[in-house]
């Protein structure tokens, strides 16, 4: 089925409607579920080594309509879901299908199939991790009805797509529910929020800071406005915060990529803070927040530290793939030792290393382990 970008650009305006107005994630979910075809679409964060060991988990998600038993009888057979492991082990943003590990005639053999999906008219399943840190796992799941095509090439980039805008837009609804206040489309409501919220205009100008980003700009020890200019407290980090903003002040949501999904703030004397980007857009949900177009969640500092992928892709625009590469030359890889052990072939990483020097502006080897380094340095200070 195509997937055409004005309706991946429509439902990633949709996504960051739901970071601002949480209720409206099931009807997101169901305008996702329509443009895939798929029977069943959720949103789920749950402890998957509990999941595999077979004990109970409650998970929090959004989902389309669906009978909640069926969620609730899925946790003991969950270990024997056919392609399980390769779910559970596979980098973000990364889609995997059962049937990208299991012969299609296999899976319906497989008591799995039998017990659970069968019965409740479900076929091949798609999942796509959002989040991945200790034990916790948030994915995007979506399950096709039997007699849907096989999740496939075209499938997995519309979910490559969307992925990083719904990481996003649920990183910013946890840093805005300080459980006091519910948010608001109104100003007055942000100034009495504890968390730092500013709008910017194009440029990184600041139009707009709340009261607790009054307070975090004028301590000036994560982040600063220089000549009504935000900017990190680093160098090293301030132009991958603006380069975030410039896109989320484009028009287009589709645009922004992976830019401003989790940005440390490493702080002068203070712990890290994080900051998540929104695109305003021309949503009227999110432009009700005030001028400018793109607004920015600073979290609390002692926010915890995002895995390194999220970091540099947040900083770089590099996808999982180019990100993990970047990383094992940073680490003193050769490209042929990063290709071996990613299982690709020379020329796809002599692309991907094309891809990575023109992200990061570097032209070289030596020159992309000191952006990465320069990078990592204060993030592993302020851990300390």
Avoid at 134 to 152: E, K, Q, S, V, Y
Avoid at 258 to 276: E, K, Q, R, S, W
Wanted: hydrophobic fraction near 40%.
């Amino acid at each position: 089925m195509p997937y055409a970008g004005e309706i991946l650009s429509g439902l990633i305006g949709r996504i960051y409607d739901c970071a601002v107005q949480p209720e409206l994630w099931p009807q997101t979910l169901v305008e996702i579920r329509k443009a895939f075809d798929v029977a069943h679409l959720q949103v789920v964060s749950v402890d998957g080594v509990r999941l595999l060991q077979g004990e109970a988990a409650q998970p929090k998600a959004f989902r389309t309509l669906f009978e909640q038993n069926w969620i609730k009888d899925l946790a003991p057979h969950f270990k024997d879901i056919p392609g399980v492991n390769n779910w559970i082990q596979a980098d973000i943003d990364m889609p995997t299908s059962q049937m990208q590990f299991v012969n299609e005639e296999d899976f319906k053999q497989s008591e799995f199939y039998n017990k659970w999906s069968k019965p409740r008219g479900l076929g091949d399943s798609c999942v796509t991790t959002l989040v991945k840190r200790d034990h916790l796992i948030c994915a995007l799941t979506a399950t096709g009805a039997p007699d849907r095509h096989l999740f496939n090439e075209e499938d997995y980039a519309a979910f490559r797509i969307l992925s990083p805008h719904i990481r996003r837009a649920l990183m910013i609804g946890d840093v805005i529910d300080d459980g006091e206040y519910k948010l608001s489309l109104y100003r007055e409501i942000l100034d009495r929020i504890a968390t730092s919220v500013m709008i910017v205009s194009p440029g990184a100008k600041l139009v707009y800071a709340n009261g607790a980003a009054e307070a975090l700009l004028s301590e000036g020890k994560n982040i600063k406005a220089r000549g009504g200019q935000l900017q990190g407290a680093y160098a090293a980090y301030s132009a991958g915060l603006k380069n975030a903003l410039d896109r989320a002040c484009s028009e287009n949501d589709i645009d922004i990529g992976t830019f401003g999904n989790g940005i440390p703030l490493p702080g002068v004397d203070a712990p890290t803070a994080i900051c998540y980007v929104l695109p305003l857009g021309k949503s009227e949900h999110r432009r009700a927040l005030g001028p400018g177009h793109a607004a920015v969640f600073v979290g609390k500092p002692g926010s915890s530290i995002p895995p390194s992928l999220e970091v540099l892709s947040a900083l770089s625009g590099l996808t999982t793939r180019e990100a993990r590469i970047a990383l094992k030359i940073a680490d003193g890889s050769t490209p042929t030792q990063a290709a071996d052990e990613l299982g690709v072939t020379m020329n796809t990483m002599r692309t991907h290393l094309s891809h990575i020097f023109d992200k990061t502006g570097v032209n070289s080897q030596p020159g992309l382990v000191r952006y990465v380094s320069n990078l990592s340095m204060p993030i592993q200070l302020a851990a300390h």
